[in-house]
């Protein structure tokens, strides 16, 4: 999906896999974290963030969440990182980790050249 300011509910269906009418009623169940704008003929408009939530949604839908259930996962993770972000993080800090491993074992290293001298 080409980058652009707004999406339209048939674009969002089809970057979704799900349908229309989907997306409509996960609006309505979860409208305290979606709010599309709408045109003057009160069409509905995403943004990338509106996208972000209901692949968000999507995601915990398919791991088998109730709506309530995927109402407490938002709310306690809605000042939080969303999945996609979790995993960035989680790739960046597994980076560091082999990082600080590799200069603990040189560390390591150079404490033995030190204490044989």
């Given at each position: 999906?080409?980058?652009?300011?707004?999406y339209?509910?048939?674009?969002?269906?089809?970057?979704?896999?799900v349908?229309?009418?989907?997306?409509?009623?996960?609006?309505?169940?979860?409208?305290?974290?979606?709010?599309?704008?709408?045109?003057?003929?009160?069409?509905?408009?995403?943004?990338?963030?509106?996208?972000?939530?209901?692949?968000?949604?999507?995601?915990?839908?398919?791991?088998?969440?109730?709506?309530?259930?995927?109402i407490?996962?938002?709310?306690?993770h809605?000042?939080?990182?969303?999945?996609?972000?979790?995993?960035?993080?989680?790739?960046?800090?597994?980076?560091?980790?082999?990082l600080?491993?590799?200069?603990k074992?040189?560390?390591?290293?150079?404490?033995?050249?030190?204490?044989?001298?």
């Amino acid at each position: 999906m080409e980058e652009k300011k707004y999406y339209s509910i048939e674009e969002v269906s089809a970057r979704l896999g799900v349908k229309p009418s989907t997306i409509r009623y996960w609006e309505s169940v979860y409208s305290k974290f979606l709010h599309p704008s709408r045109t003057s003929g009160n069409q509905r408009r995403y943004t990338i963030g509106d996208i972000e939530m209901l692949e968000t949604i999507k995601k915990y839908k398919e791991l088998g969440y109730t709506s309530k259930g995927v109402i407490n996962l938002l709310s306690k993770h809605k000042l939080a990182t969303m999945p996609a972000e979790q995993e960035a993080n989680n790739k960046n800090n597994n980076e560091k980790i082999l990082l600080l491993k590799e200069t603990k074992k040189c560390l390591e290293e150079i404490l033995k050249i030190i204490k044989s001298i």
